[in-house]
């Protein structure tokens, strides 16, 4: 049993930044790969990026150059860093992690980008 707890999400600025975190309660090192979706509302949930247990990274094209994945192996943390938001960024955003062909999601969290 994997259990992963997303934070950070909040209410951001066009062209802002926020970083979220989602934290398992095992090593992150046996889940692959790890990654982030996102929902915005009426529509379906969407991949934003992935990262395997060996660092290589994966991002939606529209993502690429804005958003960043990248983990802390002693915290089993894995993070999503997003700059220069945009309105359509609006989204609940979710952590998914795959343990022994099983998938694992977190809760979600919260993200709005509006002035």
């Known amino acids: 049993q994997v259990q992963l707890v997303e934070s950070g999400g909040g209410l951001v600025q066009p062209g802002g930044s926020l970083r979220l975190s989602c934290a398992a309660s095992?090593?992150?090192?046996?889940?692959?790969?790890m990654g982030w979706y996102r929902q915005a509302l009426g529509k379906q949930r969407e991949l934003v990026a992935l990262i395997t247990n060996s660092g290589s990274t994966n991002y939606a094209d529209s993502m690429k150059g804005r958003f960043s994945i990248f983990r802390d192996i002693a915290k089993n943390t894995v993070y999503l860093q997003m700059n220069s938001l945009k309105p359509e960024d609006t989204a609940v955003y979710y952590c998914?992690?795959?343990?022994?062909?099983?998938?694992?999601w977190g809760q979600g969290t919260q993200v709005t980008v509006s002035s």
């Open positions: 095992g090593s992150i090192i046996s889940i692959n790969p």
């Open positions: 998914k992690g795959t343990r022994r062909f099983i998938d694992y």
